[in-house]
């Protein structure tokens, strides 16, 4: 597969021509494995795959020179760059060589989608054209995500401060217990239950209930 700069023409790369991308390929970092399906005797279905790691995967090359239609997978693997400098060579890149707005409009969506593993929406909608997502459909349940996520990380801050002020030092056990809560109806049980207990031991038992 030849790695190419010149304008999108809408063909997606092939999966396995990603796979067989010399950027991608570092033996260290992948685990072969193969499928097999077979019914009454026969084989139906038999083919190889590697898994691969992309946070190992050096990220340069395709940053600067790989295949526009992967660019989404750039900010996920390991780049020398700062992040505002990837999404901003992501974006310039996707803007210069996507021509169909339909098709550039589809990547900056999974460019957002996928950069929000790693990096903050703050940085993500500072570097990206947003103007550019927000009449799809898809960037209305990400954008709700955020803000739902954003909510949720506020009411958690809310609930260690009040547990602090009541009792002190929240041990790490409930820490991690607490901050896998996801639902905001759920936090706002637990303050009730903090509030109402006199001590860390009465709160910790409330929670079992």
Same mark, same amino acid.
């Given at each position: 597969?030849?790695?190419?700069?010149? #304008?999108?023409?809408? &063909?997606? #790369?092939?999966?396995?021509?990603?796979?067989?991308?010399?950027?991608?390929?570092?033996?260290?970092?992948?685990?072969?494995?193969?499928?097999?399906?077979?019914?009454?005797?026969?084989?139906?279905?038999?083919?190889?795959?590697?898994?691969?790691?992309?946070?190992?995967?050096?990220?340069?090359?395709?940053?600067?020179?790989?295949?526009?239609?992967?660019? #989404?997978?750039?900010?996920?693997?390991?780049?020398?760059?700062?992040?505002? &400098?990837?999404?901003?060579?992501?974006?310039?890149?996707?803007?210069?060589?996507?021509?169909?707005?339909?098709?550039?409009?589809?990547?900056?969506?999974?460019l957002a989608a996928l950069s929000s593993l790693r990096f903050p929406?703050?940085?993500?909608?500072k570097a990206l054209e947003v103007s550019k997502l927000e009449n799809? #459909?898809?960037?209305?349940?990400?954008?709700?995500?955020?803000?739902?996520?954003?909510?949720?990380?506020?009411r958690l801050g809310m609930l260690f401060d009040l547990i602090e002020?009541?009792?002190?030092?929240?041990?790490?056990?409930?820490?991690?217990?607490?901050?896998?809560?996801?639902?905001?109806?759920?936090?706002?049980?637990?303050?009730?239950?903090?509030?109402?207990?006199?001590?860390?031991?009465?709160?910790?038992?409330?929670?079992?209930?």
């Amino acid at each position: 597969m030849s790695l190419h700069s010149g #304008p999108y023409t809408g &063909v997606r #790369p092939r999966f396995e021509d990603a796979l067989d991308a010399h950027w991608l390929v570092e033996p260290s970092n992948q685990l072969s494995q193969s499928y097999v399906f077979e019914c009454l005797d026969l084989t139906v279905v038999d083919f190889n795959y590697r898994q691969i790691n992309l946070q190992d995967i050096a990220g340069r090359e395709l940053l600067y020179r790989g295949p526009v239609g992967l660019l #989404p997978l750039a900010p996920l693997m390991r780049q020398e760059e700062p992040p505002e &400098v990837v999404l901003d060579k992501c974006a310039k890149r996707l803007k210069s060589e996507v021509e169909a707005e339909d098709e550039r409009s589809i990547l900056y969506i999974a460019l957002a989608a996928l950069s929000s593993l790693r990096f903050p929406k703050e940085l993500i909608l500072k570097a990206l054209e947003v103007s550019k997502l927000e009449n799809l #459909p898809f960037f209305d349940g990400i954008r709700e995500e955020w803000e739902t996520k954003g909510e949720i990380k506020g009411r958690l801050g809310m609930l260690f401060d009040l547990i602090e002020t009541k009792f002190g030092r929240v041990p790490d056990d409930l820490q991690i217990r607490l901050t896998s809560i996801k639902e905001q109806e759920t936090i706002k049980q637990v303050m009730r239950k903090a509030m109402s207990a006199e001590t860390l031991e009465e709160f910790i038992a409330k929670l079992e209930n």
